[in-house]
């Protein structure tokens, strides 16, 4: 019997505080790394590992259930370049990878919490935009999308004061389309529905 996995964890909860989580352990080559925080069932990586084979893929995911069906998958079908790790991003991603190491981080339809009282839990905070910063490499990319205008006008109030990333399409401005070639489960149930997806685009600075 499969296990019922959870659409929304609250990362404040006593069992979610980790700590002692390791480095991301990778092959040694050059290729590029891209993560996608709160991968999920990491569809949209999975497409991005099709679509540019010559890089290495991981999710972060703070729900264990996932992370485990996330690995099968990939040991099921063979796609060596593509793992999950579990772990709370919001505490453990300086942990998880050395400064300078992520060419590209993706943030996909993170939970909106829309109550006020919830909205701490919400995940673009200024300490974890600072966090992806400092493992960007100079000149890496942060790419994030949602379908909820009021999380994505925070997310990029938090995005725009960090110092270290620069809006590629000018301050305060949102990108007009996904340019990767993968689509994740829910962006492309919210284009079906001809609804719009609010993206933004950041670089880090030298």
Same mark, same amino acid.
């Given at each position: 019997?499969?296990?019922?996995?959870?659409? #929304?964890?609250? +990362?404040? *909860?006593?069992? #979610?505080?980790? =700590?002692?989580?390791?480095?991301?352990?990778? +092959?040694?080559?050059? *290729?590029?790394?891209?993560?996608?925080?709160?991968?999920?069932?990491?569809?949209?990586?999975?497409?991005?590992?099709? $679509?540019?084979?010559?890089?290495?893929?991981?999710?972060?995911?703070? &729900?264990?259930?996932?992370?485990?069906?996330?690995?099968? &998958?990939?040991?099921?079908? !063979?796609?060596?370049?593509?793992?999950?790790?579990?772990?709370?991003?919001? /505490?453990?991603?300086?942990?998880? %990878?050395? +400064?300078?190491?992520?060419? &590209?981080? #993706?943030?996909?339809?993170?939970?909106?919490? %829309?109550?006020?009282?919830?909205? *701490?839990?919400?995940?673009? $905070?200024?300490?974890?935009?600072?966090?992806? =910063? @400092?493992? /960007? @490499? +100079?000149? !890496?990319?942060?790419?994030?999308?949602?379908?909820?205008?009021?999380? =994505?006008?925070?997310?990029? !109030?938090? /995005?725009?004061?960090?110092? @270290?990333? $620069?809006?590629?399409?000018? =301050?305060?401005?949102?990108?007009?389309?996904?340019?990767?070639?993968?689509?994740?489960?829910?962006?492309?149930? $919210?284009?079906? *529905?001809?609804?719009?997806?609010?993206?933004?685009?950041?670089?880090?600075?030298?």
């Amino acid at each position: 019997m499969s296990r019922r996995v959870r659409h #929304h964890v609250n +990362p404040f *909860k006593l069992e #979610h505080q980790r =700590a002692g989580v390791g480095r991301v352990l990778l +092959p040694s080559d050059p *290729k590029p790394l891209e993560v996608e925080i709160g991968c999920a069932d990491a569809e949209f990586l999975f497409q991005r590992a099709v $679509t540019v084979p010559n890089g290495h893929y991981v999710g972060v995911e703070i &729900r264990e259930e996932w992370v485990d069906k996330v690995n099968a &998958r990939a040991r099921s079908e !063979g796609v060596e370049n593509l793992a999950a790790v579990y772990a709370n991003a919001g /505490l453990d991603l300086e942990a998880l %990878f050395a +400064p300078s190491s992520v060419d &590209r981080f #993706h943030l996909n339809f993170p939970d909106p919490w %829309f109550k006020r009282r919830q909205r *701490k839990r919400r995940l673009v $905070t200024p300490e974890l935009a600072a966090a992806l =910063a @400092r493992a /960007l @490499r +100079p000149g !890496g990319e942060l790419f994030f999308q949602s379908d909820v205008w009021d999380l =994505a006008l925070d997310a990029m !109030g938090v /995005l725009e004061e960090e110092p @270290r990333l $620069t809006n590629r399409e000018g =301050a305060w401005s949102f990108a007009r389309a996904n340019p990767f070639g993968a689509v994740s489960r829910r962006e492309r149930v $919210t284009l079906a *529905k001809g609804e719009p997806v609010w993206r933004m685009r950041y670089l880090r600075g030298a």
